[in-house]
Nanobody, 127 residues
Framework: QVQLVESGGGLVQAGGSLRLSCAAS????????MGWFRQAPGKEREFMAT????????AYADSVKGRFTISRDNAKNTVYLQMNSLKPEDTAVYYC????????????????????WGQGTQVTVSS
């Protein structure tokens, strides 16, 4: 069971930036694909971004493409989500998630594709 701990959330004004981090408790971090999701009040959890274990492939939801960037540092067992040009509608609890994918077979967009989840970090964007 991989433990995930998110950090970096907070309150920011519209147009501002935040960088979220997610640290994983595994010695084989590079064999895990990582994803970021978010859930706003009263809404379903939705996919934001994903990155393969070797960092060679990324994918984004249309709503954040060009504004958010996912990256990872396998030496630090950490995945990041750089969020720029934030909007009030980006307000949500942000979760990182992971699943084992040692052969970097692809990107995963669905909640049910992921096996382990963090506790979430709150991001609030004021107008």
């Amino acid at each position: 069971q991989v433990q995930l701990v998110e950090s970096g959330g907070g309150l920011v004004q519209a147009g501002g930036s935040l960088r979220l981090s997610c640290a994983a408790s595994t010695r084989t971090f590079s064999t895990y694909v990582m994803g970021w999701f978010r859930q706003a009040p009263g809404k379903e959890r939705e996919f934001m971004a994903t990155i393969t274990g070797n960092g060679g492939r990324t994918a984004y939801a249309d709503s954040v493409k060009g504004r958010f960037t996912i990256s990872r540092d396998n030496a630090k067992n950490t995945v990041y989500l750089q969020m720029n040009s934030l909007k009030p509608e980006d307000t949500a609890v942000y979760y990182c998630a992971t699943r084992l994918d040692p052969y970097n077979t692809g990107t995963y967009y669905n909640i049910e594709d992921y096996r382990n989840w963090g506790q979430g970090t709150q991001v609030t964007v004021s107008s």
